[in-house]
């Protein structure tokens, strides 16, 4: 049974920083994507950044230059390291793991709130 668990959420006041983490199991390889993704009262669940099996990554422009998306396979995790954080990325981080065939898992949320 494949299962991801995001730890690291906390509050921080506006240009503080916070390293979310990401635990997986269950994968026969590490041939999947990773993504992180957050969602704000009242909005969608948006995209934040992802890391495909490859190490290749993107992020979003809200965060790209501020957020760094890394996964370490031989420790079963991935991360999500954010700088210069803004009251705007308070909200619940999630992340998702994707395998090739498209089959989505997600773990639970980890609440990030940033205070001006």
């Known amino acids: 049974e494949v299962q991801l668990q995001a730890s690291g959420g906390g509050l921080v006041q506006t240009g503080g920083y916070l390293r979310l983490s990401c635990a997986y199991s269950g994968f026969t390889d590490d041939n999947f994507a990773i993504g992180w993704f957050r969602q704000a009262p009242g909005k969608d669940r948006e995209g934040v950044s992802c890391?495909?099996?490859?190490?290749?990554?993107s992020s979003s422009d809200s965060v790209k230059g501020r957020f760094t998306i890394s996964r370490d396979n031989g420790k079963n995790s991935a991360y999500l390291q954010m700088n210069s954080l803004k009251p705007e990325d308070t909200g619940v981080y999630y992340c998702?793991?994707?395998?090739?065939?498209?089959?989505?898992?997600w773990g639970q949320g980890t609440q990030v709130t940033v205070s001006s």
């Open positions: 998702m793991a994707r395998s090739p065939a498209h089959d989505d898992y």
């Open positions: 890391i495909s099996s490859d190490g290749d990554t």
